[in-house]
């Protein structure tokens, strides 16, 4: 991806717009783009060095599962995603001090079905006072098929809603 990108911007500076190819030039995503941004600056570094690369920018990096795995809590995760209300995540997490750790943290593998999943369950003991028990059911009957690893399209992304991370 990174070498056809390359060539891609090549053709762009020398063959379509070569007026452009003094400027400086940035690259920059967000999410997944934590993978393609540096491996396409280390491509136009090596090969490219007509490419007037300035530097490069990633907002919110996905950069691999060794690197991210300990990173996610899943209600915070579900909370970002709209799976949790504002007002729930806010009781959950500062009141009731709850947190989810997700499945690839906890390390606690189980096989089903022919496929390798996880389990897990919230740091605290369950919550004594009523507001949040309450919550917390909402957060697991908001989230229980959501993150199901049995979704259609789990091969999407390890850390995504679908994947072993959920």
Known sequence: TAAANRAALQDFFKNKFPELQSNEFYITGESYAGVYVPTLAA???????????????????????????????????????????????????????????????????????????????????EPQDARCKAATRRFLAATSRGFSQEWPKAWINDLSLFGPAA
């Open 43 to 125: 491509e136009i570094l090596e090969n490219a060095k007509e490419i007037n690369l300035k530097g490069v920018g990633v907002g919110d990096p996905c950069t691999d599962n060794a690197a991210q795995s300990d990173s996610m809590d899943m209600m915070w995760y579900a909370h970002k995603n709209g799976f949790l209300l504002d007002a729930d995540f806010d009781l959950l997490w500062k009141t009731c001090k709850r947190r989810h750790p997700s499945f690839l943290a906890a390390g606690e593998w189980h096989r089903t079905e022919g496929r390798t999943v996880a389990a897990t369950s919230p740091l605290k003991a």
